[in-house]
């Protein structure tokens, strides 16, 4: 599956972005080690995560830092039947296990916010869709605009996503990856987040938003 940037990678993808960027910023971009992903450099205005398990033949993971828009990583059209969107047992599944890590780090707990929520599940749904896998929408949209949309205004905000796993435990593991994502929900700047898991062909889309109110 073709990408904007990343290298070639065996199992999988991640991609990571920060807003507002971090005082060193910017970074350059740097593969993971772990066989899953290839993590994108922090932006002036923010950063996302995502991550992706492709078909058995991998391909680069699209990254999307808050520069200008990725290509869309093109994934095979879904049907009806699995544009659904998994329950609010699952996002609260994985917001649980990422307080669980945020508690070890000293950070407060994530509240699962209605408005981030519903701007993870219009991201998701929209690459299901329309066959892509980035941060940013074929218009070059961000996070940052879906929340507007939703009615959050957020001071510093990230993304992280992930293709392939249905479970949130595998989900999470994967962005424990000493990077970006785990960086993302480690942040504790971040008090508020809206997860959304949707399948699709290849696996499950999953969009993880984490914002602090302006």
């Known amino acids: 599956m073709p990408a904007a940037a990343g290298g070639a990678l065996v199992g999988g993808a991640l991609l990571a972005a920060l ?18 992903g290839a993590a994108a450099p922090a ?6 995560g995502a991550s992706r398990t ?25 049907s009806p039947s699995v544009r659904r969107t998994i329950g609010p047992s699952t996002a609260q599944r994985l917001t ?10 000293g950070c407060a707990p994530l ?10 599940r219009s991201h998701a749904r929209d690459m299901v869709a329309r066959r892509y896998f980035a941060h940013a929408d074929p218009e070059g949209r961000q ?4 929340m507007s949309d939703a009615g959050y205004d957020a001071a510093a905000w990230a993304e992280n996503l992930h293709l392939g796993p249905r479970d949130a435990a595998a989900v999470v593991a ?16 971040y008090r508020d987040t809206g997860v959304a898991a949707v399948p ?15």
């Open 19 to 36: 807003w507002p960027a971090a005082p060193d910023a910017p970074v350059p971009i740097e593969k993971d080690r772990a066989p899953r």
């Open 43 to 48: 932006s002036p205005a923010g950063a996302s």
């Open 96 to 105: 649980g296990l990422v307080n669980a890590r945020r508690a070890e780090a």
């Open 54 to 78: 492709p078909s058995p033949a991998a391909s680069p993971a699209p990254t999307a830092p808050g520069g200008p828009a990725a290509s869309a990583a093109p994934v095979p059209e879904a």
């Open 111 to 120: 509240r699962l916010d209605p408005r981030l929520t519903a701007a993870a």
């Open 143 to 146: 996070a940052d605009a879906r």
């Open 174 to 189: 994967d962005w424990m990856d000493g990077s970006y994502h785990e960086r993302n929900m480690l942040g504790c700047r």
């Open 200 to 214: 699709g062909p290849e696996g499950t889309v999953w969009v993880q938003i984490l914002a602090g109110p302006a």
